[in-house]
């Protein structure tokens, strides 16, 4: 809470010069807090599905049912691994709007803040889009790989339309 009064204090500017924008930051921080409450677990589930994948990758192939097992393993782990960034793209695409309408009532003294804080999203979103791609090439099934990397490009382009709109709207 006290760390939620801060912000909207120091993002508002706390003074009555800025209480129209108080009252748009006061109603967007705690969406975006939320959104990082729910990215952080996202970095544990990443080092699991990753630690998932290693232990597919020597499960042993002496036959078919093995290498059967195996593949079906390794699919499995890419997947999870896959979701996580996925989610990620998600969740970050998910501050867009929230962040538009800062755009139009913040605080002009903290303008570059809002511009790093798109930045910053705008490239978590590219690096997890990163991600999935490079990790879509071992998937096996070729629709869920086409579904998955269309969902994927769809986020990106969100993003890079979404930042470059929000970004031209700050330099008017």
Known sequence: KQWYQRRVAITAG??????SAEKT???????????IDQITP??????????????AQ???????????????ALEEALLTI?????KIMELGCSCWAPLEDLS???NASLKSDLQVAIKCIETGIWGAYKTVMINLD???????????????????????????????ALEK
């Open 58 to 72: 020597k499960m042993p192939a002496a036959n078919e049912e093995e290498t059967a097992r195996k593949q079906e």
């Open 14 to 19: 706390g003074s009555k010069k800025h209480d």
């Open 82 to 86: 896959i979701h996580v960034p996925m």
């Open 138 to 168: 071992d998937v096996l099934n070729d629709k869920t790989k086409q579904e998955i990397a269309a969902k994927a490009r769809k986020l990106l382009e969100t993003s890079e339309l979404m930042s470059s709109r929000i970004l031209a």
């Open 25 to 35: 930051v006061t109603s967007i921080l705690p969406v975006l807090h939320k959104t």
């Open 42 to 55: 996202l970095i544990d589930a990443d080092a699991m599905a990753f630690s998932n994948y290693l232990v």
């Open 104 to 106: 139009t009532n913040y």
